[in-house]
């Protein structure tokens, strides 16, 4: 596991300080940096990016050889490539991979020779509804070789022409390689935080997630938290599956998690829900999205997805959401060589990672209190907390904007409206039963966890709460 000596002593989970403009620029270097390397399953391209990553936040990396075997499964030869063409006999290059590592199939195998333009054609994959789009094709367990092309150019190429195809690459044993880290708690509580990284060339997919996953978890190194949680960087599928068979019973232990991806396209945010549907994961994503009144889609589980088909297998049942702004599947360039760096925005990656850290802020300050004065609304004129003149609250004639009670919540240059500040404390009150965590009372009054939760421990200073040691309901 990665080292936590960054961690801070105490303190309070926030992220009030975080420059959202420096962060667009890192982001913005760090995809035209890793845009145009080669990543797969397995492979340089894989350890590149991950070393590349690791200059940003502190993880480890690890290897899994290949011939593993896990669970139903086995770890493939790695596989790389130095180059790949399909020339004329003249040597004119029609189709390079070094224009565009889409070009060739992932997994390809080494091939070279002179092929008739009818086989060639069988080895070839276009788009006739995007024909300017190069897609995304791969042959990762059936040893076969493919090119990819726009269909408008498959269009021009000489029927009755021979073809020379070569395919400069390895596929031999070697290992995946993924990277981890884990971020230790106190509450007893696990949360993943699990993205993949295994395309080459596409920038919403999956590109994005992989650079939100890698600020995400070193802003999370940066400040105290109560929970634990364990990002993972993956190849899909295959990596996750590796991994849930190294680390089984640490996996049956995580209470929920969160996968970044196609987090950074111009669409609509995007929520996938977990298998259950009202888990606690639901339920702060679906607060975070409310509480920044975001016009957003709602996608219920399903199984054709990323790895949280996985992670939330039978054995293991954790229950993974998704926020995403164009989620795969659902926008026209997915897969494809228009999913590029003019299609997304460091800025909607940002965007994205201010949910991220608002939906873990949740999960952090969603905690219980008890009341030390359960018999009856506490006094609360005496404590400074009440209006020193009554009869106002609640009064339609008055502009509540203009009482001291109602404030703004700052995150970053944002400002976040809290409700009324005495509906904060007698809801915090009324509810502080030892097991009612503030995640329930937000859901039921409509305040942010974020208010309740300063309001609860201004409370505490008064002695009129104290802190139990469940998470909340």
Known sequence: MCAEDRLPNGGEFTFRELVW?????????LLRDLFPICRSLTGEGVRQTLRQLKAV????????????????WVVPDEWNVRDAFIADLTGERLVDFRRSNLHLASYSVPFDGVVSFEELDTHLHSLPALPEAIPYRTTYY???????LAHRQRETLDRNADYRVVID?????GGLTYGECLLPGTSGEEYLVSSYCCHPSLANDNLSGVIL???LLRELQSRPHRHAYRFILVPETIGAIAYLSLHTEEMRRVSGGLIPTTVAGPGKFGFKRTYLGDHRIDRVIELTLREQRLDYVAYPFDINGSDETQYSAPFFRIPIGTISKDKYYEYPFYHTSLDNLEFISAGGLIDSLKLYMLTIEKLELDVQYESQNPYSEPMLGKRGLYPPTGGSIKQSAVDPSKSHHDRTYSIGGDNVAYGSELDAIRWVMFTADGSTGLLEVAETSGLPVRQLYDTAENLRRHGLLQRTAGQGR
């Open 213 to 215: 996953w890698t600020l």
């Open 142 to 148: 059936n040893r076969d070789w493919g090119f990819c």
């Open 169 to 173: 690459a390895t596929l031999q044993p």
């Open 21 to 29: 403009e420096r962060l667009e620029q890192e982001a913005d270097l």
């Open 57 to 72: 936040a502190n993880f480890e990396m690890h290897e899994v050889p290949s011939g593993t075997k896990c669970f139903d």
